[in-house]
């Protein structure tokens, strides 16, 4: 079973920056999907980004695509999103979340883990 513990939310401006780190431990994630979902208050999970498993090919909600950035370091076991150009409507609880099958899902089922949230808030 694969832990993942997600670090660097906060509060920060619209327009700011932050930059989310999950970590992997329990096994390597290396051969996984991984992936990040954000769950605003009142609101389904949704997905946010996701990077297979070689960090080939990485995948975006069109609400964030061109101001996140999703990256893995295979080697440390952990995956990232870069934010920026955050807006209040990026205000949720984000979750990182790793796939046995190492493509990346869009879908919440095909992921096996999950981390326990870390709160992003920006104020506007």
């Known amino acids: 079973q694969v832990q993942l513990v997600e670090s660097g939310g906060g509060l920060v401006q619209a327009g700011g920056s932050l930059r989310l780190s999950c970590a992997a431990s329990?096994?390597?994630?290396?051969?996984?999907?991984l992936g990040w979902f954000r769950q605003a208050p009142g609101k389904e999970r949704e997905f946010v980004a996701a990077?297979?498993?070689?960090?080939?090919?990485?995948y975006y909600a069109d609400s964030v695509k061109g101001r996140f950035t999703i990256s893995r370091d295979n080697a440390k076991n952990t995956v990232h999103l870069q934010m920026d150009s955050l807006k209040p409507e990026d205000t949720a609880v984000y979750y990182c979340?790793?796939?046995?099958?190492?493509?990346?899902?869009?879908?919440?089922?095909?992921?096996?883990?999950w981390g326990q949230g870390t709160q992003v808030t920006v104020s506007s």
């Open positions: 329990g096994r390597s994630v290396s051969s996984y999907g």
């Open positions: 979340a790793a796939d046995t099958y190492g493509m990346g899902s869009t879908m919440e089922y095909e992921y096996d883990s």
């Open positions: 990077i297979v498993w070689s960090g080939d090919s990485t």
